[in-house]
T-cell receptor
Framework: EPEVTQTPSHQVTQMGQEVILRCVPISNHLYFYWYRQILGQKVEFLVSFYNNEISEKSEIFDDQFSVERPDGSNFTLKIRSTKLEDSAMYFC?????????????FGPGTRLTVL | RKEVEQDPGPFNVPEGATVAFNCTYSNSASQSFFWYRQDCRKEPKLLMSVYSSGNEDGRFTAQLNRASQYISLLIRDSKLSDSATYLCVAMRAGGSQGNLIFGKGTKLSVKP
């Protein structure tokens, strides 16, 4: 069964450093998403991406964040200068299409720890 | 007011029990609703979509009441493997990409 994959599974970084989280969405999917979940908190939407551009983003997704689809398979989330409060689980998701009835499949997540 | 609110739980039940989860949402324009399941330190996985007519999948039944902005999930004959956190999810109204709004979740522990 096709699945979304994410690397690394755990990333530890120093405050102020740049990190890149990588995702490989399901191959025939066209819509990609990043969500984050701070420990003990709810899952929060960050950004959606379609046709090589950002479709929507939340208030969390400020200038420190960027997304890119550098090739036909990878989808990345970059945090330019990490803060302590960026420590969270970051989930990538993909769906065949956007809108109401298309299930979003989540990857296993990358746990980011900022020291 | 939080967009999606759930019972905080946790629910601790014996095997075979019937468990009900409740959820309310604040944005009356929200279009679609789902229940996701999340195991400890794992990704959310879709359990079922929720329709106004109600829908059933084996031991699981979901209901939506748009007038009261209320969503429910019923699990009958609970199994040990049902132990997880159950997330009530709404799809943001007006969003073209189907961005999901999650509740904080209700933890369920099914004991032998």
């Amino acid at each position: 069964e096709p699945e979304v994959t994410q690397t690394p599974s755990h990333q530890v970084t120093q405050m102020g450093q740049e990190v890149i989280l990588r995702c490989v969405p399901i191959s025939n999917h066209l819509y990609f998403y990043w969500y984050r979940q701070i420990l003990g908190q709810k899952v929060e939407f960050l950004v959606s991406f379609y046709n090589n551009e950002i479709s929507e983003k939340s208030e969390i997704f400020d200038d420190q964040f960027s997304v890119e689809r550098p090739d036909g398979s990878n989808f990345t989330l970059k945090i330019r200068s990490t803060k302590l409060e960026d420590s969270a689980m970051y989930f990538c998701a993909s769906s065949e299409a956007g809108g109401t009835f298309h299930e979003q499949f989540f990857g296993p997540g990358t746990r980011l720890t900022v020291l | 007011r939080k967009e999606v609110e759930q019972d905080p739980g946790p629910f601790n039940v014996p095997e075979g029990a019937t468990v009900a989860f409740n959820c309310t949402y604040s944005n009356s324009a929200s279009q679609s609703f789902f229940w996701y399941r999340q195991d400890c330190r794992k990704e959310p996985k879709l359990l079922m979509s929720v329709y106004s007519s109600g829908n059933e999948d084996g031991r699981f039944t979901a209901q939506l009441n748009r007038a009261s902005q209320y969503i429910s999930l019923l699990i009958r004959d609970s199994k040990l493997s049902d132990s997880a956190t159950y997330l009530c999810v709404a799809m943001r109204a007006g969003g073209s990409q189907g961005n999901l709004i999650f509740g904080k979740g209700t933890k369920l522990s099914v004991k032998p």
